[in-house]
């Protein structure tokens, strides 16, 4: 099971960008999707959250302009980023939590499963 993000780039001020991430393998389901990012110099921090129902969490910083979504059918989360300011710059991970799948015999389960960065920066 793995998680691939895609949709980074460079984005003037007051501008938007969409990122995806999808999860590849024989998933039955996945509880908890979200993104986080990391700016140099700083910890990774929680953007944003869904869980399997659709219930979400924002951080402050990002509440009224960013939009987390869930496509469960297609095993995948997306970041709808609008009004990019500069402090939005990081790289942003995407993450998903109790993953269930089948090697087509038995069932597993996979916790805190974290794809690979894609870097945002907002810049004029």
């Known amino acids: 099971v793995q998680l691939q993000a895609f949709g980074g780039g460079l984005v003037q001020p007051g501008g938007s960008l969409r990122l995806s991430c999808a999860a590849s393998g024989n998933i039955l389901s996945i509880n908890t999707m979200g993104w986080y990012r990391q700016a140099p110099g700083k910890q990774r921090e929680l953007v944003a959250g869904i869980d399997s129902e659709g219930g979400t969490n924002y951080a402050d910083s990002v509440k009224g302009r960013f939009t987390i979504s869930r496509d469960n059918a297609k095993n995948s989360v997306y970041l709808q980023m609008n009004s990019l300011k500069p402090e939005d710059t990081a790289v942003y991970y995407c993450?998903?939590?109790?993953?269930?799948?089948?090697?087509?015999?038995?069932?597993?389960?996979?916790?805190?499963?974290w794809g690979q960065g894609t870097l945002v920066t907002v810049s004029s």
């Open positions: 993450n998903a939590d109790r993953i269930r799948y089948s090697d087509g015999y038995l069932g597993y389960t996979k916790y805190n499963v």
